[in-house]
T-cell receptor, first 114, second 111 residues
């Protein structure tokens, strides 16, 4: 398996623009997670899905952030409008089963908002 | 919710020495404790994990211990090598399928 695939790997955008990050989980995995990593806040769970259904979005910072999972092989994280403080590495991860199962991370999307 | 605290935040050891990273958790329902290694510019990768029905687990130079009563668990790396230099994250999860990560320990192995 190719692992969790994320795109884009790097993005630089101007404040106010819409940003869409994409993720393809490992085939057969039923949980998908979106994390944000910064030096200040470490690894933060933003939202996770089980069988394409959002289970917990309490980590989503504000209404500017939204996530969807239209099918088992694709998810998006959207930021609209983007702000400089959104600059971070965004990781998508997936697992077969939830707690008690290994989580596999994608390579991350490095976002810079200027 | 679960809260995971990790210490130390940075750790420097001489090559060949041992390194120990400690974590505590708050939710007694947590029953799975993975450790991840993240090299600079790379993704976190699982290196070892332990479940609540086990007190210790070893994999070559890496071992994890778990004390459920005290709600703490530790990562032990023996005979450290320069390639062990990375950020290490502990994590805890339980019945809510939500994995909570510690804040990370930056380990530097000095040749």
């Amino acid at each position: 398996d190719a692992g969790v695939i994320q795109s884009p790997r790097h993005e630089v955008t101007e404040m106010g623009q819409e940003v869409t990050l994409r993720c393809k989980p490992i085939s057969g995995h039923d949980y998908l997670f979106w994390y944000r990593q910064t030096m200040m806040r470490g690894l933060e769970l933003l939202i996770y899905f089980n069988n394409n259904v959002p289970i917990d979005d309490s980590g989503m910072p504000e209404d500017r952030f939204s996530a969807k999972m239209p099918n088992a092989s694709f998810s998006t994280l959207k930021i609209q409008p983007s702000e400089p403080r959104d600059s971070a590495v965004y990781f998508c991860a997936s697992s077969f089963g939830g707690g008690g199962r290994s989580i596999y991370f994608g390579e991350g999307s490095w976002l810079t908002v200027v | 919710g679960e809260n995971v605290e990790q210490h130390p935040s940075t750790l420097s050891v001489q090559e060949g020495d041992s390194a120990v990273i400690k974590c505590t958790y708050s939710d007694s329902a947590s029953n799975y404790f993975p450790w991840y290694k993240q090299e600079l510019g790379k993704r976190p990768q699982l290196i070892i994990d332990i479940r609540s029905n086990v007190g210790e687990k070893k994999d070559q130079r890496i071992a994890v211990t778990l004390n459920k009563t005290a709600k703490h668990f530790s990562l032990h790396i023996t005979e450290t090598q320069p390639e062990d230099s990375a950020v290490y994250f502990c994590a805890a999860s339980g019945g809510y399928q939500k994995v909570t990560f510690g804040t990370g320990t930056k380990l530097q192995v000095i040749p």
